[in-house]
Every structure is written in structure tokens, then in C-alpha cells.
């Protein structure tokens, strides 16, 4: 008998709320529902002994009784979002409530939407477990076996490496022969596989080799090469590198490798390459040859799986590919330049003796300091010493020698005459960059303002009669001193009296810098 019948039967003995929640030991909260449901819906006392439980609860509750009518999910449309990243059952159950409240009709809980579903996916012979989703992976790495690349002259043989990558939804794949596996044929590499993919994926499951993982500890984020994170920023994609000895990670593409083993090294064992770029050609070759082959036990191949099923579902390439980028640290010079590849770029000067962090690629040098970047400048190729000067970079004085080169000083002292000309000259020989000799070319000519120009020829005559390299001091100490006015000069000796010390050349060539400077 049901505590609804026993409530009502105890109340026409005349019972009270409070004697009868504790003679039934339930609460009198349930009694007052109870009398309150009789007071709505009476029940005579005839009723109550003909009705068996499950009647008696109608007629006190007629409401309960009614069967809602439950929103059946699109199932079609739930299975087809499941393709997409990061889509689950639970987002779309929880989409599916929202859909019902605003109608104001009621959903089916979360434990039958999903039993309704998967009803669905056996009534439609689907496959309810999508391990892999498509374009939501990509999973890349390097052969264990190597390929021979032969010398022509010698005919020894080095090895080369073959990398591969994997889209584990549809297995269609990637490969490519490197002479390396150092970073710049790893990001390189990379590069040409999107290429070849015409799209990138949402992650990037890489192994734990040093040129794309520096760290990957099990409680720990992974940290990631900075070349190879700038790329997989570029391409809009996340680096999640596979667990440490954990092979199921990236199962895919380890099975992968071993197929590409069989179908295209084995393929290849018997011919001889002596140019890497001949042997990648056959292996393309052979690659569109694996990836078009009808798979045993599924419709279709890997390319037309790829193109068909998940190629929709990537994300489209950049503007423009990734270009290889290495980084170095290097300190500001005196100079306020620094040097990449023995060629040296300016810094705003305020940065001189500060260390700077910089970012150089096959085209531009980019330096930063402290995350931010300061400058950027066109690389230089060719010949070594070569200079990349901004003019904004220099400190006020500095800026005065910008316009100047060496033509124009060698037109300015042929003006005063040809010993002129001959010392500047050699001023520009002793160096090994034009813009050193600038600061004493603009000196010594400006002597010629104070002593005047007759005076300046002179002293540079004598001065190149007496040192082989004479500089801007040798020739002021010979104005200061009068030299210039007592004759051509060759009279005096070095070593003839006492009172020469006060002559400007007396310590000989050698202290004067007679030699080539260099920077």
C-alpha cells in the first residue's frame, strides 16, 4: 500500500498532519501535500478503497501524469559537428538544452541524448568513435632508416634523412629527403610540407628531438624551440609534442614511416643519387603513388580521403610561407653597430654596451631588446666588413659625417692641392671601412680654415717627406710648431739636437699610427 492510500486512510480516523507523519514516519511536509492534493482533487472515502496506488496518484495528481513531449535531437546534424575541432557530445547536448528552453519545451537529459545517438549511429552504420578528427592533426618525424646520397668524384656514400608527416584521419601523408636533421632543414622542411598540404591543422605533434623540443616534462607545459614555435604561430597551429615513451601518441605516423619504409625507400634501394634535390624528386614519386593506392579495407585512398573528407576542414596557409629565422644575442659596440656574419648593422646608439637580442633571416636582420623590437635592416651579402648604417641611429655629432664619402673629401683637398689630396688619400687607404677615415678627413681639412690653405699644403708636404702614413696629429703639430714657415722641412734630423723633441715627428712614424688601422 502506497503512503498516499495509508495517509488518507488514517485521516478519516481523524488523525492529525503531525500524528500521522509520525505514526508513518514520514514527513509532514508529505502529509500536507498530500491533504493539500485532496482539498484540489477529492477523493470520497468509497473511492479510496476501490482505486489501487498507481489510480489513487492520478487522481491526487493529474499534472504528473500528463507524458511531456520531449525535442528529439537532429542526430544528423549533431554526428556531422562532431567532425569539427574541439566539438563533443556534451557542447552539443548543452547547445540542444538552450534550443529547447527558448522554444520552452523540455529536453531529454544528457545520459539518453547520448544512448538516442549512438541508436542513431548503429541504425545508420556509423562509426560513433572518432579517434581523429579531420584537419585537427597533424603528426610529423624522422625515418629511422636512412637513405645513401653518393659524391660524384669519390663515389663514398653520406647518409641523408627522410622526414614524414601524417594526417591521422585520412593517413595521407608527407615525405621529403634533408641532408640534416638540424634545425634549419627541420624548419625547412616543415615549410615544404604545408606547401605540399595546401593547409595546416589546429595541432602539431611533433617527437622530443632538441630542434622542436628543448623541454617536455610529464607536469610541466613543453617548451618549444623559438624557431619552431615563430612557425607554428605562423601557420596558426599548436605544438603538442607526443609524451616521453609514450609511442601510441603519434601512432600515425610511426605507422606511417614504416609503410613509407616499404612502399618508397625499398622502392629506391636499387638506384644510386648523387643530388639531393634528384632523390626527392623520385621520392614524390613515389608518395603520390602511396597516397593514391585503394586502401584493403575501407573505400577510397588516402588522397581521396584527404580531399573529400578532411581537406574542408583545415585551415588555410598564410599569404606568404614561413621564412627560416635564427636568433643570437650580441652587445652593442662603441660603434653602435653589431656584427652578423661579419657584417655589421647600426643600433640606435643609445643601446651601445647593451645586449640585444637578434632575429635574422635569408632577407632582413631584425634586433630586439627586451621583447620589443628596436630597428631592422636589409641583410648584406658579399664582401666582409660591410656597413648598414641608419643616420637616425647616430649620436648628433656623428650625423655630421653622414654626408660625406670619400670622392667628396678627395675633391676638397685636391681644392688646397696634391699633398693634400695624397694625405687623405692614404687616410683612406690605412683603413678598412671607408666611414673610419672620416672623422680625421674632416680635421685635417679643416685645418685649412685656421692656418690657411698655403699653410696646410705645406705642412702635409712635409709630413709625408717625414712618415709614410702621416695623420691628422702629425700635421697640427706641425702648423702649431711653424714648421711649415723654416723651410721644406728635411734639414732636421730625429736625432741632431736636444731641441727637436719639440718637433712634431720626433717619435717616429711607428707612434703615429704608420700602419694600416683596422676596426
Not at 566539438?87 to 544512448?115: A, H, I, N
Not at 636582420?365 to 648598414?388: A, M, N, P, T, V
Request: proline share 4%.
Amino acid at each position: 500500500m502506497s503512503k498516499e492510500k495509508q495517509i488518507l486512510q488514517l485521516r478519516t480516523k481523524g488523525y492529525s498532519q503531525r500524528r500521522i507523519a509520525d505514526t508513518l514516519k514520514v514527513s509532514r511536509n508529505t502529509v500536507a501535500k498530500v491533504f493539500k492534493a485532496l482539498e484540489e482533487h477529492p477523493v470520497s472515502e468509497d473511492s479510496l478503497n476501490i482505486l489501487n496506488d498507481q489510480e489513487l496518484h492520478q487522481q491526487l495528481f493529474p499534472e504528473e501524469s500528463q507524458v511531456p513531449v520531449l525535442v528529439t535531437p537532429d542526430y544528423d546534424y549533431v554526428h556531422k559537428e562532431l567532425l569539427k575541432s574541439g566539438v563533443t557530445l556534451k557542447l552539443l547536448w548543452e547547445e540542444y538544452v538552450d534550443t529547447c528552453r527558448r522554444s520552452e519545451k523540455p529536453p531529454y537529459m544528457y545520459s539518453q541524448f547520448c544512448k538516442l545517438y549512438q541508436d542513431y549511429v548503429n541504425q545508420h552504420r556509423l562509426t560513433m568513435h572518432i579517434r581523429h578528427k579531420p584537419g585537427d592533426k597533424l603528426m610529423v618525424d624522422w625515418t629511422g632508416t636512412p637513405l645513401p646520397l653518393f659524391d660524384k668524384l669519390t663515389g663514398k656514400s653520406c647518409k641523408v634523412y627522410l622526414f614524414v608527416a601524417t594526417l591521422p584521419f585520412s593517413m595521407y601523408c608527407f615525405a621529403k629527403a634533408c641532408l640534416t636533421m638540424k634545425e634549419e632543414d627541420w624548419i625547412n622542411v616543415h615549410i615544404s610540407m604545408y606547401d605540399y598540404f595546401e593547409a595546416s591543422t589546429r595541432l602539431l605533434i611533433p617527437d622530443n628531438l632538441k630542434t622542436g623540443i628543448l623541454s617536455n616534462k610529464k607536469y610541466e607545459d613543453p617548451i618549444v624551440n623559438r624557431a619552431y614555435q615563430e612557425l607554428a604561430d605562423h601557420y596558426q597551429t599548436a605544438v603538442l609534442p607526443a609524451r616521453v615513451l609514450a609511442p601510441k601518441d603519434k601512432a600515425a605516423v610511426e605507422g606511417t614511416a614504416g609503410q613509407v619504409t616499404s612502399h618508397i625507400i625499398a622502392k629506391l634501394r636499387n638506384r644510386q643519387f648523387f643530388d639531393i634535390n634528384e632523390m626527392n624528386a623520385a621520392i614524390r614519386k613515389e608518395l603520390d603513388r602511396f597516397n593514391h593506392n585503394k586502401f584493403q579495407k575501407r573505400d577510397g585512398s588516402r588522397y581521396s580521403v584527404f580531399m573529400e573528407e578532411e581537406f574542408p576542414f583545415m585551415q588555410p596557409l598564410p599569404q606568404y610561407p614561413y621564412e627560416f629565422a635564427q636568433w643570437k644575442t650580441a652587445t652593442v659596440q662603441l660603434n653602435y653597430h653589431i656584427a652578423i656574419d661579419y657584417q655589421n648593422y647600426s643600433i640606435p646608439y643609445e643601446y651601445v654596451k647593451k645586449k640585444v637580442d637578434v632575429r635574422y633571416t635569408k632577407n632582413m636582420i631584425e634586433i630586439f631588446y627586451k621583447g620589443s623590437r628596436i630597428c631592422s635592416h636589409k641583410r648584406l651579402y658579399g664582401r666582409r666588413g660591410q656597413y648598414s648604417t641608419v643616420i637616425d641611429h647616430m649620436p648628433a655629432n656623428h650625423q655630421l659625417y653622414s654626408e660625406w664619402d670619400a670622392a667628396r673629401f678627395l675633391k676638397w683637398a685636391t681644392g688646397i692641392g696634391d699633398f693634400t689630396k695624397d694625405v687623405v688619400q692614404k687616410l683612406f687607404d690605412s683603413y678598412r671601412v671607408e666611414e673610419q677615415a672620416y672623422k680625421g678627413c674632416l680635421s685635417l681639412l679643416k685645418l685649412a680654415d685656421k692656418y690657411s690653405p698655403e699653410r696646410l699644403e705645406n705642412a702635409c708636404r712635409i709630413a709625408l717627406i717625414r712618415i709614410p702614413n702621416p695623420r691628422y696629429k702629425n700635421i697640427r703639430l706641425i702648423l702649431e710648431s711653424g714648421q711649415d714657415k723654416k723651410g721644406d722641412g728635411t734639414l732636421q734630423s730625429h736625432s741632431s739636437s736636444s731641441a727637436s723633441n719639440k718637433y712634431a715627428c720626433v717619435r717616429g712614424a711607428s707612434y703615429y699610427g704608420g700602419g694600416r688601422h683596422e676596426e
